[in-house]
C-alpha cells in the first residue's frame, strides 16, 4: 500500500505535482495516466525520493522510502530507459544493485532470462536499443522480488510483442497480490491493463475511480446498422420512435437500444442488414475531454491544417464513433486531439 | 538501513566493471613513472649544469616524482569519472533508489575509490622512487635516509588524495565534462602558472597540489623552489583540508538536491 499525502512539488514558480492525495492498493494494476509534463515522472521520483518534495509526504507501507533498509526488496522500479552505466555490460549493471541489497546473484541471470536479455547479458549496454534498455529497466526492478513495483511508461519503445509481454507480466504480477504502479498517456493502454485509474493533470488529481467505473460514466454505447434498404430501415425506426442518426457511409447509430431490438425488430419488417454491431465511444477521449484544460502542451496545426487524429491505437475493441465525440470541447481548436477526432475520420 | 559493507561490495563492482578505471589508473602509473625516470636520466647527465643555488638544493627523492605533475592528472580523471559517470549515464537515479541513504551511497563509492587510488598511488611512488634513483647515478640517496620514507610514502598518499578531492568536486558540480575542464587546466597550468608569478605566489602555495606536494620534499625548499611558510606535515593538512571541505560539499549537494 502506497499512499500519497498532499505531495507537492515546485521547479521554481512552476507547480508540477499540485496536492496529490491518493493511495495505491495491493493485486491490482493501478493506472497513473496525464498528458505530457502533467507530473507523472515527478510523482514517482517523489515516491523514490529521489526528488524532495516541496511539502506533503510519501508512506509506503507507513514507512518513508529512505527508512527502508534494502528497498529493492520492497519496491522496484523502471524509471527511464537510460538510468544504466552504458560501459558496463547488463549482467554487472545489475549485478552491482542486487550486491548493494544482498540480493543473491542468482537473480541477476533469473531476471536477464524474464526479460529476455539473456543472449546479450555480457554485452555493454550502451549498444542496447530502446527497447533492449526498457527490458533491462525492467529487469532491475523485478530484481529484488519486490511486493510493489512502479513502471514509469514501460511500453516506450517496446516492439508490438514486448507490449503484450509487459502488459501480460503486470498481470500476472498484480495477481500474486503484488502493486502495480504504472504510468502511461494512452487511456487504450491502460483500459487494457489498469483495474484502477489516477488521473492528473497540471499536477492536480483529475480522477481517482476503477476502470470499470471510468468506462461505465465514459464510454457511449451505441448500435450500427448498415442496411441495403436503407429508407425503409429509416421510415420502420421512425415508426417505432427510435432514433437514428446517419453518420456517413450509408450506416446508421443508434442510442440506447439493444442489438437483439434492433435485430428483432429489422426481421419483422424483412429488413435486410449488413450490419449490425454494438459499438463503444473510445475511452481516449474522455481521457482527452476530462485532461483538455490541463494539457499544457498543445500541437499546434500549421497552415490551417486539421491537427493531427489520435489512434489507431492498439487497443481496437475500444472503437472510435464515427463523427466527433458527444459533447467535444468545441473552443480550443488546437487541443491535440478532441478536435482532431472528426477529421481523423476520413477513411 | 543499507547494510554498509553491502554497498561497499556494489562500489567496488561499479568500479571494476568499467574499462574507465583500468586505464585511468594505468596512466597514472605509466605516465608518472616514465616521465619521473626521464627527469632523473636527463638531471644526472646535466648535473653539472645546474646552478650553484639549485645543486644546493638538490633533492634526489623529489626530482624521482617529478612525473607527477603528468601522472597526478589521471588520477583527477579516474576520480571525476568514479562519482562524474553516475550522472552523465543516468545510473544516478537507480543507485539512490537501491540505496536512499546518501551519505551510505556517496562515502561507500568514496572509500572504496580512494582505496584504490591510493594503493595505486603507493606502487606508483615506490616504483617511481626506485627506479629514478636507480638513474640518478652518483647522486641518488637511499629509502633509509632522514625523512625518505616519508616522502615516498607522502607522494602516494598525495596521488590518492588528488582522487578524492577529484570525486568531491565531481559531487558538487554533478557532471564530468565540466568537472574535468575545470580541474584539468587548475592541476595543470593555473596553479603551475600562479605559483610562479610573484604577486600570486603567496596564494597559489595553499591550492591542495601546492601545499600537498611539499610531503614529497626531502631537502627544504627542494631544487631552489620558494621557501613555503609551512612544513611538509602542515603542507598535507592544507591538502587534507581541501579534499574534506571538497568531500563535504559533494555530500551537501547530494544530500540536498534532487537526482
Ligand atoms: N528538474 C526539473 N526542473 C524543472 N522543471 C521540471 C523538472 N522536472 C520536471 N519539470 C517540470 O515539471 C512538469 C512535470 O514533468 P513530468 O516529467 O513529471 O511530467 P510527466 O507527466 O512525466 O510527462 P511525460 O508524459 O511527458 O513524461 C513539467 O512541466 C516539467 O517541465
Ligand atoms: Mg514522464
Redesign the pocket.
Known sequence: MIELDGLT?R??N?V??DQLSCRISPGMVTGFL????????????MMLDL?NPTSGSVRIDGKHYRDLSEPLKYIGALLDAKSMHGGRSAYNNLLCLAQSNRIPESRVAEVLDTVGLTAVAKKKSKGFSLGMGQRLGIASALLGDPEILMF??PVNGLDPEGIHWIRNLMKALAAEGRTIFV?S?LMSEMALTADHLIV?GQ?RLLADTSMADFIHQNSRSYVRLRSPQQERLRDVLHAEGIVAVESGNGTLEIDGATTEALGELAARHTIVLHELSSQRASLEEAFMQMTADSV??HAHSERGAAPPPVGPHWGDQWNRPPGSAPGAPGGSGGSGGSGGSGTGQGA | MASVPAVLTSEWTKIRTVSSTTWTLISAFAVTVAMSAALCAVMNSQFDDLSDAERATFDPTFISFSGMILGQLAMVVFGVLVVGTEYSSGMIRTSLAAVPQRATFLFSKMLVAGVLALVVGMVTSFVSFFLGQALLGDHRIGIGEDNVLRAVFGAGLYMGLIAIFSMGVAAMLRSSMLSLGILMPFFFLVSQILSAVPGAKSVAQYFPDQAGSKIMQVVPDAMNSDPAPYGPWAGLLIMVAWVAASVFGGFLVLKKR?A
Open positions: 512539488k521547479f521554481g512552476k508540477a505535482v496525464g498528458p505530457n509534463g502533467a507530473g507523472k515522472s515527478t510523482t514517482m521520483r526528488d514509469d511508461e504510468s498517456h492528473i499536477g499544457e502542451y | 534532487d
